[in-house]
Nanobody, 111 residues
Framework: QVQLVESGGGVVHAGGSLRLSCVAS????????MDWYRKAPGKQRELVAT???????IYADSVKGRFTISRDNAKNTRYIQMNSMGPDDTAVYYC?????WGQGTQVTVSS
């Protein structure tokens, strides 16, 4: 099992930035990679970004060029840097690894 804890959510004005963190613990060596998902009210859960074990990064079209996923192995932490944010980025953001999910962190972008 891998335990995941997100942090860094909050309220930001349109055009602003936030960085979310996801600290992993437990069977970290078993992680194949890590994803960030988001779930907005009335919308389906969306895969936002992925970083693989080999550090390949993949982004949803909706965030490409604005969001950056990264990791710090020494801290067992994955990040997502979100820039040029808009109201459509408002959602609960979750990190996901293997079959494990964090508790989510709320991000609200005010217009």
């Amino acid at each position: 099992q891998v335990q995941l804890v997100e942090s860094g959510g909050g309220v930001v004005h349109a055009g602003g930035s936030l960085r979310l963190s996801c600290v992993a613990s437990g069977r970290i060596f078993s992680m194949n990679g890590m994803d960030w998902y988001r779930k907005a009210p009335g919308k389906q859960r969306e895969l936002v970004a992925t970083i693989t074990k080999s550090e390949t990064t993949i982004y949803a079209d909706s965030v490409k060029g604005r969001f950056t996923i990264s990791r710090d192995n020494a801290k067992n932490t994955r990040y997502i840097q979100m820039n040029s944010m808009g109201p459509d980025d408002t959602a609960v953001y979750y990190c996901h690894a293997n079959t494990n999910w964090g508790q989510g962190t709320q991000v609200t972008v005010s217009s």
